[in-house]
């Protein structure tokens, strides 16, 4: 995990700084689902570990603002986060 963080912040990371490693994100994603502990995303997670092994030795960039809409919406669900 940690190496998966140090990639992200790397001076191999990308110049945009409004994009970030789409493998890096999918493996921090992976991680907190496991350590939800919960069956019932047992299935999401093995989603985002074959969009992992997709990516292969390759990487995308993901718009950063995709993954705080994203966050967003998933936030927006949750009563306590409601105005």
Known sequence: ??????????????ADPNS????GFLHLLSGMIVALDLPELFEINERVKAAI?????E????SKKTIKTALEA???I??????
């Open 1 to 14: 995990m940690i190496e998966i963080l140090k990639s992200l912040t790397s001076p191999a990371a990308p």
């Open 20 to 23: 970030t490693s789409t493998k």
């Open 53 to 57: 092994n997709k990516l292969g030795n």
């Open 59 to 62: 990487d995308e960039k993901i």
């Open 74 to 76: 998933t936030l927006a």
């Open 78 to 83: 949750i009563p306590a986060m409601q105005k």
